[in-house]
């Protein structure tokens, strides 16, 4: 195993320690306020007045203290949250020592922030991957007696030489001292396929040795290396992302001041304090409590039946929103799949063409190399020997045949170093153009296509219906073939030419918001998490691109991004009516209770059917799937291995 080690993430560790602490408490506050609830009623049932009412002081004086701990905090934090008016009745109800319904409203009340916090705990930990790859400590080859010492990556100086072995992590930027070295960039590039380098080219920290170990020589300190740029992108990209709010806080201030007037007048008018505590007690806010938590989980399965992987419960309120949408475009819009669909010829004819393009390329590790060589064989063309070829890092191959001809294969500006000038073809949408030259000639120029996907245009036309004003894509690929892309899935804003930084600029600069960002490359990463909500492309794997999202597509399907985003408006749509619904009943019943025909425990036994009337309304938020799938025109699910 490679001496390799994880540099810990505190602060991420500790949220999680955090989140999952929280979680296991209200768990545990639940089931003791449900043995407090059991054994109340058993002393009330036996007329145990006393025991039954030290119980009660017991089980409801920790619930108030642990209750008001968490309102003072969020207060601190400017939210205003519906758990004061439980603590407002439960106090009430140990006031007129109406215990059994104090118990019965600590278990809604626990009971519902239980069900919460499972839901939250579906919450992302969308750095972990990304985070745990930074590199912690180099091999510097001391100047003087050779030997490797291990030292901090924080140590390693401009300069300095290292040693990388097999598998591990480049840690810094620097140039390749070795002959030969073969990379692994996908945690950069998002390329699968590994490239090789030769002695002189630069190399990139984040990327793994695919190789046998080499010495390279350090450009730049960690702090200022590409990797380290990446990673303090997204970290500042999601820290600068607005906490989300629970849907029902919405309604937490003016439900408090009605219940408290109802509750108040109910007390005046009859004189007596024990009408003030009935009503509070059907005016506890459960149901606004349980309703939507159960919504949301259940928008999170129903799309997860869609193939989309919800990380956060509040992504599906964001995405209800959305209200500008950016699209990345290689394996997004596009299948990120090229086939060889024409050949120009120039010097040689279209057969020569392809003969020499496939001949240098069988030892290219390029994406394009792979449909060349294919294209060739599927012809049965016979290929030139060769004697020699190199890869040109980010340029070409450039090969010599046995006839000592010279030939390269690549790039318009590779190819116009030996012949001058060229003239470029027009690329239709998905294309991309190889140029092959023979000595100082162009012998040719070879098109391939990436298909667009064949759910895209649609995609981009549901989102508009669904009232997404603002829909652009956003690649780093050449102008001409992303306007083309562009134009057939009848996307007007184009932003071509971009790197990782500039795709964060553009799309925390959109208008209007929320912005939703569709991406699936593993450079995607940090635009991804810059958005107000990220959706990752991950049928073709998992990458940092779905660790830095905030949903994820599991399957090879774009309209699944369309399916989502009806998911939750639905989802919305029914735990606000879930709400609404919880407002009425309780409205309802609290002028009841105000007319003193409805005593304090039958008050918090209703309550709790009201509780379940508002789960059971909230569960329907499971179907919300089988409306997208109406919405969607029909079309043929593709696998995925």
């Known amino acids: 195993m490679p001496a390799q080690t994880i540099a810990p993430r505190t602060s991420e560790a500790s949220h999680a320690m955090s989140s999952t602490g929280e979680f296991l408490r209200n768990r545990k506050l639940m089931m003791f306020v449900l043995v407090g609830l059991a054994t109340g009623v058993m002393l009330w049932l036996t007329g145990a007045e006393m025991a039954l009412g030290v119980t009660a002081y017991l089980v409801l004086g920790i619930v108030i203290v642990i209750t008001a701990i968490d309102m003072f905090k969020d207060l601190m934090r400017g939210h205003w949250g519906l758990d004061i008016l439980a603590v407002i009745a439960m106090i009430a109800t140990l006031a007129v020592q109406e215990y059994v319904a104090g118990l019965i409203i600590a278990l809604m009340l626990t009971g519902g922030e239980a069900l919460e916090d499972l839901a939250a705990r579906r919450a992302s930990r969308e750095l972990d991957q990304l985070l745990s790859r930074a590199p912690a400590f180099a091999g510097r080859i001391h100047p003087v007696t050779g030997e490797v010492e291990r030292i901090a990556i924080e140590e390693v100086k401009v300069g300095d030489e290292l040693l990388v072995r097999s598998s591990e992590i480049l840690p810094v930027d620097g140039v390749l001292l070795s002959n030969h070295a073969t990379i692994d960039e996908s945690s950069v590039t998002g390329e699968p396929i590994p490239v090789n380098y030769h002695a002189g080219d630069p190399l990139l920290s984040g990327t793994v040795n695919s190789t046998t170990s080499f010495t390279m020589r350090a450009q730049k300190v960690a702090a200022d290396s590409n990797y380290a740029s990446i990673v303090r992108l997204v970290e ?23 219940s408290l007037l109802i509750a108040g007048f109910a007390w005046f008018l009859s004189e007596d304090p024990v009408r003030f505590a009935e009503v509070l007690v059907v005016a506890t806010p459960c149901p606004l409590l349980i309703a939507t938590p159960v919504a949301f989980m259940g928008g999170m399965s129903s799309a997860a039946k869609l193939n989309v992987i919800i990380k956060d419960g509040g992504v599906l309120e964001v995405l209800a929103r959305v209200r500008a949408v950016a699209f990345d475009k290689t394996g997004t819009l596009t299948e990120g799949k090229a086939d060889v669909v024409e050949i120009h010829p120039a010097a040689r004819t279209v057969d020569e063409t392809l003969q020499l393009a496939a001949a240098a390329e069988q030892y290219s590790v390029h994406v394009f190399a792979d449909p060349i060589v294919a294209s060739a064989r599927t012809q049965q063309l016979e290929l030139p020997e060769v004697v020699t070829a ?30 001058g000038p060229i003239d470029r073809p027009v690329l239709s949408a998905g294309e991309t153009a190889v140029y092959v030259s023979v000595g100082d000639e162009l012998a040719g120029v070879i098109i391939l296509s990436d298909p667009i996907r064949e759910q895209s245009a649609e995609t981009v036309s549901r989102l508009r219906r669904a009232g997404v004003a603002e829909i652009a894509m956003v690649t780093g690929d050449i102008t001409s073939t992303a306007e083309s892309v562009a134009h057939a899935v009848d996307i007007q804003t184009v932003h071509a030419e971009t790197t990782p930084q500039t795709k964060v600029r553009i799309v925390q600069a959109m208008r209007p918001r929320p912005v939703l960002m569709v991406g699936d490359g593993i450079n995607d990463a940090p635009v991804l998490a810059a958005a107000d909500v990220g959706v990752a492309m991950a049928g073709r794997g998992a990458t940092v691109a779905s660790e830095s999202a905030a949903a994820v597509i599991t399957s090879n399907d774009i309209a699944r991004v369309a399916d989502v985003a009806y998911v939750s408006r639905r989802t919305v749509q029914i735990a606000l009516q879930s709400i609404w619904m919880g407002i009425i009943i309780s ?18 036994l209703l309550q709790e059917i009201v509780d379940l009337v508002a789960i059971l309304s909230a569960l329907r938020a499971l179907r919300a799937h089988r409306g997208a799938r109406r919405e969607s025109p029909a079309r043929q699910e593709v696998p995925v291995g």
């Open 587 to 604: 409205v309802g019943l609290m002028l009841v209770a105000a007319s003193g025909y409805l005593p304090a425990v039958m008050g918090a």
């Open 390 to 419: 190199d890869e040109v890092a980010t340029n070409g191959v450039l090969a010599s045949l046995a006839d000592g001809t010279s030939v390269r294969v690549g790039k318009p500006s590779f190819i116009e170093e030996v012949t």
């Open 236 to 258: 500042e990209a999601v820290d600068s992302r607005a906490p989300m709010v629970r849907l029902a806080d919405r309604y937490a201030v003016p439900f408090t001041i009605v």
